[in-house]
């Protein structure tokens, strides 16, 4: 078997990095052509950015030494001229363009030709706010333009079925980058057009740079939209630059998650309105236990402070009528007491009636000594159940109290 010789990856890097920086021709190049994709990194120690010219594209670094000599901000879509060279990158492999010098000669050709078209578009009417549509409160279809399964798609759809989910929403297919990407967004919003159950259309793509969007600067593409009946949304997922299709839709949104946002708004309320109807409804019921659990516990401290007013004034009262009963000389006469008196008009033998049934407590002196008694005298004693008549036959002194 014929034997071949071999490089390994590191080899043949080392190999051709030797062919392309040591000629002397490529280490001192000047070229011209128009920035794109320009990019600090390492907080401005290191400038990346692409020089284009028709559809050739050189990668390029310019490091902080070189960086700090410029005398003015390269930005996107300047003509320049570079100076630098050749260089490899060993581990990955990668070729670029290492500058050393930037001049500014003037405006780039691409740059220049979207101006002006920038321009006539503008004059003719198209970018006006006049001519926008009015996007829908509450749309119930929403017609997606966009790579199927994207990162732009799957943001739209997480977005929009957090807020409301019961919107539809209908994806209409396109490719969002390269020569066929405006053929295939303008076929896009034809099928939705003749679908034509959608309230809106978005437009969504993730961001890129300026040569990966350069598809929604197409002239063709601008004017079908301006033409679509449909409000139409563009979220192409970029900050800073503006494309023309970001011009002539009926709103701009700088990401596919703030179009979602957006459009779905007018349902955000309405679900906020519920919650907080729901929260209201918790901290009423919540307000009427407590008011409850207050009521029940003051009727039950009323209860027991009425409770303890009875028995104190039943007590008070049962005592008064102890007191009240005690007092009464009949009280004493049912305890087996007796209550003598002598007569203030004492009755004659002969006029003494035997029958009278008692005499009144005011028609004898009642007795408490035996002092100023005498014998013969008429008494008169009460007791529960009556009276009896009496006459003092004998007196006998006694000390019986202490």
Aim: one cysteine or more; hydrophobic letters at 35%; glycine letters at 8%.
């Amino acid at each position: 078997m014929e034997q071949f010789q071999h490089f390994t990856v590191s080899q043949f890097n080392g190999f051709v990095k030797e062919l392309i920086e040591g000629p002397p021709i490529f280490k001192n190049i000047w070229i011209k052509g128009e920035l794109s994709g320009v990019k600090y990194y390492q907080y401005g120690q290191q400038l990346y950015f692409s020089v284009l010219e028709g559809d050739s594209k050189l990668s390029c670094v310019m490091y902080s030494k070189s960086i700090q000599a410029m005398t003015f901000k390269p930005e996107n879509g300047d003509q320049v001229i570079i100076r630098g060279q050749l260089k490899l990158f060993h581990k990955k492999g990668q070729l670029v363009f290492q500058a050393h010098a930037i001049t500014k000669d003037g405006t780039g050709e691409k740059s220049q030709k979207l101006g002006e078209l920038k321009e006539t578009l503008s004059k003719e009417g198209l970018f006006d706010a006049s001519v926008k549509t009015k996007l829908p409160s509450f749309p119930k279809t929403i017609g997606l333009i966009t790579a199927f399964k994207s990162a732009a798609m799957s943001d739209f759809l997480k977005v929009s079925r957090l807020i409301f989910p019961g919107v539809k929403l209908k994806v209409f297919p396109a490719v969002m980058q390269g020569d066929f990407s405006a053929p295939t967004i303008i076929e896009a919003i034809g099928n939705a057009n003749a679908y034509g159950k959608c309230d809106v259309l978005v437009l969504l793509r993730g961001g890129g740079s300026k040569e990966d969007l350069s598809s929604f600067n197409s002239e063709s593409l601008v004017r079908v939209i301006s033409k679509v009946k449909l409000p139409f949304v563009s979220a192409i997922g970029h900050e800073s630059d503006w494309t023309l299709v970001d011009l002539v839709s009926d709103y701009r949104a700088s990401t596919p998650s703030s179009a979602a946002h957006y459009l779905m708004s007018d349902y955000a309320k309405i679900d906020e309105l519920f919650r907080s109807v729901l929260n209201n409804e918790h901290l009423i019921k919540l307000e009427f236990q407590s008011t409850y659990q207050k009521l029940r516990y003051s009727l039950k401290i009323g209860n027991q402070k009425i409770g303890s007013k009875l028995f104190f004034y039943q007590d008070k009262i049962s005592s008064l009528i102890r007191r009240t009963e005690s007092s009464n000389p009949l009280h004493k006469l049912i305890q087996g007491f007796s209550i003598c008196g002598l007569k203030k008009q004492p009755v004659e033998d002969g006029n003494r009636n035997d029958n009278n049934e008692g005499s009144k407590f005011d028609s004898i002196h009642v007795l408490k000594s035996i002092v100023g008694l005498k014998k013969g005298q008429r008494l008169e004693t009460v007791l529960n159940d009556g009276v009896i008549e009496s006459e003092i036959v004998k007196i006998k002194k006694e000390k019986l109290c202490l």
